[in-house]
């Protein structure tokens, strides 16, 4: 026999060591993983605090200059190509590929905000 017997775990392929506990690499997995998620509802609860929709409607103003409201959930987007406070996504009411922010509420008319309103994206964030 050139390997291990096989009643002995291998340390290479258990996700944990042969006590039970984990390993560094799935300990360090669970720690980065926990940043992210921490990372992300930190940005959303000052985003909120500046006045942003974020974490569900949002308000979003496309490079053309066209308001619509959208679903925007940090951390994950299915419908958009996220690249930090910017996304690349279709905008509904020029029918273009662009990219588009977020836009404080409080900075926009009364008008803006109901052309915002008649003007959704598709439903999934």
């Given at each position: 026999?050139?390997?291990?017997?096989?009643?002995?775990?291998?340390?290479?392929?258990?996700?944990?060591?042969?006590?039970?506990?984990?390993?560094?690499?799935?300990?360090?997995?669970?720690?980065?993983?926990?940043?992210?998620?921490?990372?992300?509802?930190v940005g959303?609860?000052?985003?909120?605090?500046?006045?942003?929709?974020?974490?569900?409607?949002?308000?979003?103003?496309?490079?053309?200059?066209?308001?619509?409201?959208?679903?925007?959930?940090?951390?994950?987007?299915?419908?958009?190509?996220?690249?930090?406070?910017?996304?690349?996504?279709?905008?509904?009411?020029?029918?273009?590929?662009?990219f588009v922010?977020?836009?404080?509420?409080?900075?926009?008319?009364?008008?803006?905000?109901?052309?915002?309103?008649?003007?959704?994206?598709?439903r999934i964030?």
């Amino acid at each position: 026999m050139d390997g291990p017997p096989d009643d002995v775990p291998s340390s290479a392929n258990s996700p944990s060591s042969t006590d039970g506990a984990p390993t560094r690499r799935t300990r360090k997995k669970r720690n980065v993983m926990a940043g992210v998620i921490v990372l992300n509802v930190v940005g959303t609860i000052v985003a909120r605090r500046k006045g942003y929709g974020i974490g569900g409607k949002t308000v979003v103003r496309c490079r053309a200059g066209h308001l619509f409201t959208t679903i925007w959930i940090p951390g994950g987007s299915l419908k958009a190509i996220r690249l930090g406070w910017v996304r690349f996504q279709r905008c509904p009411v020029g029918k273009h590929w662009t990219f588009v922010v977020p836009v404080k509420e409080t900075a926009l008319t009364d008008e803006e905000r109901h052309t915002a309103a008649e003007h959704r994206d598709v439903r999934i964030p």
